[in-house]
């Protein structure tokens, strides 16, 4: 299976109406994020694409949405603070509750050395 705007509507109803060529683009930028070999199965790695993909549409929702931090009265001006961190940034997944899930998964996968 691949992800799509109809996955991503069951991952996250938030979303199941957000532009469908958007989400196959946030997609292909995902899976080339998502590499087979390490999510092991499709189901994992879709799993994690469809994640990382709604944290993607969140930060997206998230940009200009920050708390004043600075007004004019003549001329009318307004500042918002963007959140700090960019889709690239490693805390950015801390961001979201996607995010979140999308390291949870990401983390159960996670090789290191074993210990006996």
Known sequence: MT???TYIGYVASEFASADPGKISFLAGLAYAQCPISFWQTTAQQDNGVAYLV?????????RGSGGVTAKSIKDLSL????PSGGVTSPDS???????KEFKRLRNMLARGPLIT
Do not use: N
């Open 3 to 5: 992800v799509d705007a």
């Open 79 to 82: 500042s918002y603070q963007s």
């Open 54 to 62: 709604c944290h993607m549409l969140k930060l997206d929702q998230l």
């Open 93 to 99: 997944l801390e961001m979201t509750t996607y995010g």
